[in-house]
């Protein structure tokens, strides 16, 4: 336990964390990097490149900083990085090489004169702390899901049985377990790790399970992007080719209720609220399912969505497109979705349920909106590719 001298230590180096944070945490993650290999398949180089994950875990010890004396008030934020950290099989052996390497990055960024011993012992005791929660939260999902019908612990091979092309650029991989067992259910909003061997580097990453729970197998549904090592990998691997996956984690997952449910998406970001319409279907909750896509060629899953709207008459749908040519099935609308547009797509009762997700920006301005438009902020719910951020 943190004694209140370190306490007040730790509170008081949160002014220099708020304008010199994320300058610790890219020095940080520069040496760990450089000098542990054996982390380097948790981290995507990609969100290392453009920033975002330092951002992340410098808004994550500030936030750790500020509410040292009352950890119940971090919300969500533990619960979110411990599935986070589930799914890439972040283990015990991981903590002592990532707490090394940030107290030194504490010392030789914020320098000896401000981090002395004893601010040093006061990290050193606050990241202790810290480690042994999530490490003891992490170990009761991963027996959890080991003890689940179908479930299991670290990596189990998969090969795909299946690939579908949605659209112009998103796939769809049918997994399926190597040893013909059962597989672990997950709920509608979760994603599962995959680690890929890609030139002799392992590579992990997370894919929202875009369908829902069967029993024998997953549905991931990933967009090809520019210069993506791992989902350019996954696009070239043919039926037949093995992979490894770790088991579904993820706590942005569809809430029981009878409320109207509103599924919003723009991009690939409309994976995870198809395992969520699935789902919702089987009850009687009225569900309005808005999709924001480029064009038409990049809209994926539009056939499917209409023949489940032809079938399910609680279920209404539409969708925006950037841009839009006259011999293109039509959208709803074309240009960006506007505060006016989603006003006429909501349900007229705003005691809704929402959950959306996309692009960082799409995301913002759809928080915004729904707040405008009368949404209850607790009943808006999102989740990130990638490392947490603010979107304000």
């Known amino acids: ?58 808004n994550g010890v500030l936030m750790y900083a500020k509410h040292i004396d ?36 504490i010392r030789e960024v914020l320098g000896e004169e401000i981090a002395t011993d004893e601010v040093i012992a006061a990290w050193a005791a606050a990241y202790g702390q810290l480690a042994d929660i999530l490490i003891g939260t992490e170990e009761q999902l991963y027996s959890a899901t080991a003890e689940a019908p179908g479930g299991w612990r ?14 112009a650029e998103i796939t769809s991989f049918y997994l399926e377990p190597e040893d013909g067992g059962e597989v672990v259910a997950h709920k509608p909003g979760q994603y599962i790790g995959l680690r890929l061997h890609i030139d002799g580097e392992e590579i992990r990453r ?54 109207p449910l509103v599924l919003i998406s723009g991009g690939v970001g409309i994976t995870p609220t ?13 569900i309005h399912f808005i999709h924001c896509a480029r064009n038409a060629d990049a809209h994926a899953f539009r056939q499917m969505v209409d023949t489940l709207a032809e079938r399910h008459g609680q279920l209404k749908r539409f969708y925006c497109y950037d841009e839009h040519r006259g011999d293109e ?23 809704l349920g929402a959950y959306f ?7 913002a301005a759809i928080r915004r909106q729904l707040r405008a438009l009368g949404v209850p902020e607790q009943q808006a719910r999102y989740e990130f590719f990638g490392p947490a951020s603010a979107l304000e």
């Open 1 to 58: 336990m943190l004694c209140a001298e370190q306490r007040a230590l730790i509170k008081a180096t949160v002014p220099l964390l708020e304008t010199g944070g994320e300058a610790l945490t890219q020095h940080f993650y520069r040496s760990m990097l450089a000098e542990h290999p054996e982390v380097r398949p948790l981290f995507n180089q990609a969100h290392q490149a453009s920033g975002d994950q330092p951002r992340a875990l410098a």
């Open 154 to 167: 670290g990596a189990r091979p998969f090969r795909i049985a299946r690939k579908v092309i949605e659209s």
């Open 206 to 259: 997370n894919y929202s399970l875009s369908s829902a729970s069967n029993g024998r197998g997953y549905r991931i549904s990933v967009k090809r992007e520019p210069g993506g090592v791992a989902s350019s990998a996954l696009h070239r691997m043919d039926v037949g080719e093995r992979l490894e996956l770790f088991a579904p984690a993820g706590e942005f997952t569809l809430q029981p209720g009878d409320k």
């Open 274 to 286: 198809l395992a969520m319409l699935e789902d919702a279907l089987k009850t009687e909750r009225p």
């Open 357 to 363: 997700l996309g692009p960082k920006p799409f995301m």
């Open 70 to 105: 009352r950890l119940d008030q971090l919300g969500g934020l533990v619960s979110q990085v411990v599935n986070k950290h589930v799914a890439l099989q972040v283990l015990p052996e991981h903590y002592p090489i990532v707490g090394a390497c940030l107290l030194r990055a």
């Open 329 to 351: 099935p039509q959208p709803d609308a074309v240009g960006l979705i506007t505060e006016e547009r989603l006003d006429a797509w909501l349900p007229a009762d705003r005691d």
